[in-house]
């Protein structure tokens, strides 16, 4: 009598065993990425990688005009500067305020950079009765929602390219399921995407789940639409 | 065994992935620790060798230092990292003409008459490496559904193509390893 499945040698495959890769190996390997993404310079998905060769052009002749543009650019602005008009009698700037931030600030440099909530101003977004802002200093920047009260939550923090501002083109809060749902849309230009910050207690958090579902929506209808059906 | 990831551990790789995507150095780092025997596992898949896999398991985790952010979570990110994965393992193959030795070892095995018992005993490396032995596009539709135990639709995902040309795959694939056991 046949046995139809003894003919199927797929289907009597055994599992292989799998080998444990070696510790050290794994933690080499680990180390190796790290670094290396460290010196990444931060790309939103889907951009385009615009550095220097992209801003002076593709050609010698280009980049030379670019780059004589650019440094009178920098001239210009080291001039017309605050500073730089400022007479020589003027008094210095007061410090800032130091208290126990400033030195407990001071205690970790070199360990970890400073929170940037202490380093600059909030850019307030408004988006009807939803009150955020963002940070941008240097190569970081960090998306902020505003209670009630005034008090700030930094929802993502992350890293960006020097010259490159994060910035939030829309928001809106949704009920979903029970919970409200905190959708804000901000990129740098045209690279922008929808993040989705489910509240929990008293904060929202990011959900990497209705992130997934509503990252490309074209505006906030279709982001609501999206968790609808979700 | 199951394969694919719990719902929440997948939600927690792709919290993962937008915050490295952001720059976030402790994310990326937790994201490679965590898919670090995932990735090792397909290689070996594919390799049928430690060291070999090892080595993929390294350029995969360069590469996704370098390139996390052509990740456009069109797809899950497990499903991309299987791809990735399986392209650089292929490419080693290929590199390191490891696909010719392994095509006489299987070719060795199929000359070898055996009836069932004994194919029942035969060590589960050399069916495996009759398995990679096979052409790329029926290798990996085999190690995908049943070794990764994947369903046909996910491989399809993977392999960049339609659900039918994984069938396809897997039945010339049983006819080739029928005749190889």
Same mark, same amino acid.
């Given at each position: ?9 797929? &289907?009597?495959?055994? *599992? ?5 890769? &070696? ?16 010196? *990444? ?22 980049? #030379? ?43 970790? *440099? ?8 202490? #380093? ?22 960090? $998306?902020?929602?505003?209670?009630? *009260? ?17 910035? #939030? &083109?829309?928001?809106?809060? $949704? ?8 959708? $804000? ?12 910050? $489910? ?20 505006? &906030? ?10 | ?10 939600? @927690? ?36 060798? !430690?060291?070999?896999?090892?080595? /993929? ?14 990740? @456009? ?26 696909? %010719? !030795?392994?095509? @006489? ?25 009759? /398995? %990679?032995?096979?052409?790329? !596009? ?23 193509? !339609? ?10 694939? %049983? ?7």
């Amino acid at each position: 009598m046949s046995r139809p499945v003894s003919h199927d040698s797929l &289907s009597r495959l055994p *599992q292989e065993p799998i080998p444990e890769p &070696s510790f050290g190996r794994m933690q080499e390997t680990i180390a190796a990425a790290q670094q290396l993404f460290a010196r *990444q310079p931060v790309q939103m998905p889907g951009s385009q990688v615009v550095g220097r060769r992209a801003f002076f052009g593709r050609t010698w002749m280009e980049a #030379i005009l670019g780059a004589g543009f650019f440094s009178t650019a920098c001239v210009l602005a080291f001039v017309l500067s605050p500073a730089f008009m400022l007479s020589p009698s003027a008094p210095a700037p007061e410090p800032a305020q130091t208290g126990p931030i400033r030195t407990d600030m001071v205690s970790r *440099q070199g360990l970890r950079p400073a929170d940037l909530d202490m #380093i600059t101003d909030l850019e307030p977004a408004r988006f009807g009765d939803l009150r955020l802002g963002v940070r941008n200093v240097d190569d970081r920047f960090a $998306i902020y929602h505003v209670d009630e *009260q005034g008090l700030e939550q930094q929802l993502v923090e992350g890293r960006k390219s020097v010259n490159e501002r994060v910035g #939030i &083109s829309n928001a809106v809060l $949704i009920h979903w399921n029970g919970q409200d749902v905190l959708a $804000i849309r901000s990129g740098v230009g045209g690279l922008q995407r929808w993040e989705a910050f $489910i509240e929990v207690g008293p904060r929202f958090e990011l959900s990497a789940a209705l992130s997934h579902q509503i990252w490309d929506a074209t505006d &906030s209808a279709e982001v609501e639409k999206r968790l609808r059906t979700s | 065994m199951l394969r694919q990831e719990a719902p929440a551990e997948s939600q @927690d790789v792709e919290g993962l992935v937008i915050r490295a995507q952001r720059g976030d150095q402790q994310a990326f780092s937790r994201l490679i620790a965590s898919q670090y025997h995932f990735i090792f596992r397909v290689a070996f898949r594919v390799l049928g060798h !430690k060291s070999d896999a090892e080595d /993929v398991t390294q350029t995969v985790c360069l590469r996704l230092a370098t390139s996390l952010s052509s990740f @456009d979570h069109r797809a899950s990110f497990t499903s991309w990292l299987y791809r990735v994965t399986m392209n650089i393992a292929r490419d080693f193959l290929r590199s390191q003409m490891r696909r %010719r !030795k392994l095509v @006489d070892g299987a070719a060795g095995v199929a000359s070898e008459h055996v009836d069932a018992e004994q194919d029942a005993q035969r060590p589960v490396q050399d069916i495996w490496n009759a /398995v %990679r032995s096979l052409p790329e !596009k029926q290798r990996d539709a085999v190690i995908l559904v049943h070794g990764e135990e994947l369903s046909q639709e996910e491989a399809a995902r993977i392999m960049s193509c !339609k659900k039918v040309t994984v069938a396809w795959h897997l039945h010339n694939a %049983r006819k080739a390893l029928r005749d190889l056991l």
